[in-house]
Every structure is written in C-alpha cells, then in structure tokens.
C-alpha cells in the first residue's frame, strides 16, 4: 500500500500521516511505524514523530492491504457528550460507537468537542478532508450557539469583526440573532478556521457562556432532520454541497 500526498507542499509527523490519509486512527499508526512497518522512500522508519513532506516523499507499509478501500463519506448527528476519537481513555462513548460495524475505517473532518453536537464529516477521502479542514480552503461551517444572555449589539459587532484570543486573532465571523422562545438567547454564527473551542472562546471574551452548541451545516451541506446518534451516507452531490460556499 502506498499513500501520495493530496496536497503539495504539507508536511506531517508520520503516524498521522497514516491516519490522516486513511489507513487507519493514529494509535494504529503509531503501533505500525514502531513495528517496523513502515517505509519512508525504501528505508524502515521506526519513529512515529517523524516529519515527512507527502508531496516529495513515498511512504509505504509492509503486509498492508493490497487494495485500498472504495471512497465513503458519511454525515453523522454527535449527541452531546460524545468524544471524536477511536478510544477514549476516560472511558466515555465515541463517535465510533455510534456507526455501523460493516463500514471501513473513516477519520473526522474537523472535530466538535465533547460538549457540542451536530453535523459531524466522516470520510476516508483525504483529498476531501483537507478541503474541508484546512484553513485556506475557508470553507464555512454553521453553528446555533445558544448563550447565557444576548449580547449587545457592540458585542456582536466584535464577533463580526475579528476577537482576540490566546491564538491570534479569529477571522471575521457571520453572526446574526435567531428567533426564539422567549428568554432564549440564540445566535448563529458562520467560521470559515476551527481553532479548538473557539466559539465557547470568542463567547467568553466578550463576557457570555455557552449554553449549547450545535453546529448545522458544513458548507451548504445541511444537518436537517437526521436523529441525534444516527448517520447517512453522502453522495457525490452531498459532498459538492458540503465544498460549497453559500
């Protein structure tokens, strides 16, 4: 089996290349490389943090499938408190618990923490996970963000505009208030970047909580009406509409 890059020019540590690319999850990797499994241009390569540049570097591995699985990408509702990973040292449930067992390996195309639901991308197309997951690509995903207390409209307009966080700061942000019951303070909020937490960050810096958070759309691709805990498989005009703009 041999793995070339999608995407010229990126460089990664070894064991999540593996992953990455779609031969299985990053502790399975890991276990490969150490296994002297794998080879990077010919030589055996036995550390898993190795760098490699996927565009310049031929990567293969030892005893592993001849024939590579038939591209999948599936949409699948998170319920809250689901952790995306394969294993989870807590304990807790994964999103893999919640899939067929009849499916191939598939990897996340972003991440929702523990906390969020909503639209999760699985897929083992790598070519479509980095159009969704890499920053340059903005593709924006859609969020029903659920606070403490509406915020001002000053506020909203730093949300808008770019905040200040820990990590630089966020692009601008489509925001706008959501009819609701009464009492109920909801916004939706368009990102084109997926910095770890950052909504519950950009809410926190101007003063509010998050109360619940649920993303709904990735690209024009719409979460809809499908039930928390279940997935659907996409076809080729789901994965145009997720690679879309608006």
Same mark, same amino acid.
């Given at each position: 089996?041999?793995?070339?890059?999608?995407?010229?020019?990126?460089?990664?540590?070894?064991?999540?290349?593996?992953?990455?690319?779609?031969?299985?999850?990053?502790?399975? !990797? %890991?276990?490969?490389?150490?296994?002297?499994?794998?080879?990077?241009?010919?030589?055996?390569?036995?550390?898993?943090?190795? %760098?490699? $540049?996927? $565009?310049?570097?031929?990567?293969?591995?030892?005893?592993?499938?001849?024939?590579?699985?038939?591209?999948?990408?599936?949409?699948?509702?998170?319920?809250?408190?689901?952790?995306?990973?394969?294993?989870?040292?807590?304990?807790?449930?994964?999103?893999?618990?919640?899939?067929?067992?009849?499916?191939? %390996?598939?990897?996340?195309?972003?991440?929702?923490?523990?906390?969020?639901?909503?639209?999760?991308?699985?897929?083992? $197309?790598?070519?479509?996970?980095?159009?969704?997951?890499?920053?340059?690509?903005?593709?924006?995903?859609?969020?029903?963000? #659920?606070?403490?207390?509406?915020? !001002? $409209?000053?506020?909203?307009?730093?949300?808008?505009?770019?905040?200040?966080?820990?990590?630089?700061? #966020?692009?601008? #942000?489509?925001?706008?208030?959501?009819?609701?019951?009464?009492?109920?303070?909801?916004?939706?909020?368009?990102? #084109?970047?997926?910095?770890?937490?950052?909504?519950?960050?950009?809410?926190?810096?101007?003063?509010?909580?998050?109360?619940?958070?649920?993303?709904?759309?990735?690209?024009?691709?719409?979460?809809?009406?499908?039930?928390?805990?279940?997935?659907?498989?996409?076809?080729?005009?789901?994965?145009?509409?997720?690679?879309?703009?608006?």
């Amino acid at each position: 089996m041999t793995i070339h890059s999608p995407q010229p020019g990126r460089r990664v540590q070894l064991h999540r290349a593996l992953s990455k690319l779609g031969w299985g999850s990053r502790t399975q !990797a %890991w276990a490969w490389v150490r296994a002297g499994e794998v080879c990077v241009d010919g030589r055996v390569t036995t550390d898993p943090l190795t %760098w490699v $540049d996927l $565009d310049r570097q031929r990567i293969t591995r030892q005893g592993g499938a001849t024939v590579s699985p038939l591209p999948m990408t599936i949409a699948l509702h998170k319920p809250r408190g689901i952790v995306v990973t394969r294993r989870d040292e807590r304990g807790r449930r994964t999103v893999y618990d919640l899939l067929p067992p009849d499916l191939p %390996w598939l990897f996340p195309a972003g991440r929702l923490d523990a906390d969020s639901e909503g639209l999760l991308i699985l897929t083992n $197309d790598s070519a479509l996970a980095v159009r969704l997951t890499e920053p340059a690509h903005a593709i924006p995903k859609t969020y029903h963000v #659920t606070l403490d207390a509406m915020p !001002a $409209d000053e506020d909203l307009q730093r949300l808008r505009k770019g905040v200040l966080l820990a990590d630089g700061e #966020t692009r601008p #942000t489509r925001v706008r208030r959501l009819p609701s019951p009464i009492g109920i303070p909801v916004l939706e909020m368009v990102l #084109t970047e997926g910095r770890n937490r950052q909504i519950r960050r950009m809410a926190a810096a101007i003063g509010h909580k998050v109360r619940r958070l649920v993303r709904v759309a990735v690209g024009a691709y719409q979460l809809g009406d499908l039930p928390a805990g279940s997935c659907r498989t996409l076809d080729a005009a789901d994965q145009r509409q997720l690679l879309r703009r608006k």
